[in-house]
């Protein structure tokens, strides 16, 4: 977290998914769309045996195997992501992250500390800590004001 002035600025690592789920490029396409959907996940990192993070494998990247699947079922995880992988460091600001996740229409992005793969903010990671915020500016229901009926 940054303090500038009286504002708090919150950093990719005050909200991202630290047990992530990543995936090396040499593993079967068709593994790798199994363990995203056991893991409900629209996306997976793809890292280096020591988390460099070298790419990104999401649904978008699959969907062609609807059509193609005879002719690519037996590619690999490096044929279909997308490298190089859009990726914020953990000390970023997180308004940031929200920018790149709303401008350009994806679902997460990898957080790297010195290119090693850390955490995974999504937007529904941005949209659950929107809900705490909101949870703790709610005023407890101690009473019941007067121009409220009771039944």
């Known amino acids: ?5 009286n504002c708090v600025m919150l950093e990719a690592k005050d909200i991202m ?8 490029k040499n593993i079967p396409v068709v ?5 995203m959907s056991k893991n409900n996940i629209t996306g997976i990192p793809v890292v280096e045996d020591d988390m ?8 978008q990247d699959v969907l062609r195997l609807f059509h193609t699947y005879d002719d690519e079922k ?6 279909f992501m997308t490298q190089p992988a859009i990726h914020f460091e953990e000390v970023e600001c997180l308004l940031d992250v929200c920018y790149c996740l709303r401008d350009n229409s ?4 990898p957080v790297t500390s010195n290119g090693k793969v850390v ?6 990671d941005i949209l659950k800590y929107i809900l705490q915020l909101c949870d703790e500016d709610a005023l407890p229901a ?3 004001p007067n121009n409220i009926e009771q039944r």
């Open 1 to 5: 977290m940054i303090i500038q002035g």
């Open 17 to 24: 998914t630290r047990n992530v789920v990543c995936i090396k």
């Open 74 to 79: 037996d590619r690999t995880v490096n044929d």
């Open 52 to 59: 460099t993070l070298i790419g990104i494998l999401s649904e």
């Open 119 to 124: 955490g995974v903010i999504s937007r529904s």
């Open 106 to 109: 994806i679902r997460r992005v």
């Open 142 to 144: 101690t009473s019941v």
């Open 31 to 35: 593994d790798a769309i199994r363990l």
